[in-house]
């Protein structure tokens, strides 16, 4: 499964930005996908995921302002970021995890500043 990132870019605080995730094969059969984000300085953490059956999960930062879906027909991940802050600046990656392997797709940068 090979993952392509897109949709970062600058923006000012309290602004939105969409992240796209176009995976080469089916994501119907990858069995939980999501996005992992690294600031300069700091270790990877997990922003969102969702399985194949649709549960998500959300890093306690990002809950309310962040929404993860997918959609199957078209396999593609989205990551819709509302409220932006500073603190969101980040390189974003697109993971995915299934029969035992993680994938990972190139980043895209957001950066949030005035």
């Known amino acids: 499964v090979q993952l392509q990132a897109s949709g970062g870019g600058l923006v000012q605080p309290g602004g939105s930005l969409r992240l796209s995730c176009a995976a080469s094969g089916s994501i119907i059969y990858i069995n939980r996908i999501g996005w992992y984000r690294q600031a300069p300085g700091n270790q990877r953490e997990l922003v969102a995921s969702?399985?194949?059956?649709?549960?998500?999960v959300y890093a306690d930062s990002v809950k309310g302002r962040f929404t993860i879906s997918r959609d199957n027909a078209e396999n593609t991940l989205f990551l819709q970021m509302n409220s932006l802050k500073p603190g969101d600046t980040a390189v974003y990656y697109c993971?995915?995890?299934?029969?035992?392997?993680?994938?990972w797709g190139q980043g895209t940068q957001v950066t949030v500043s005035s």
């Open positions: 969702i399985s194949s059956t649709g549960g998500t």
């Open positions: 993971w995915g995890y299934t029969n035992g392997r993680n994938y």
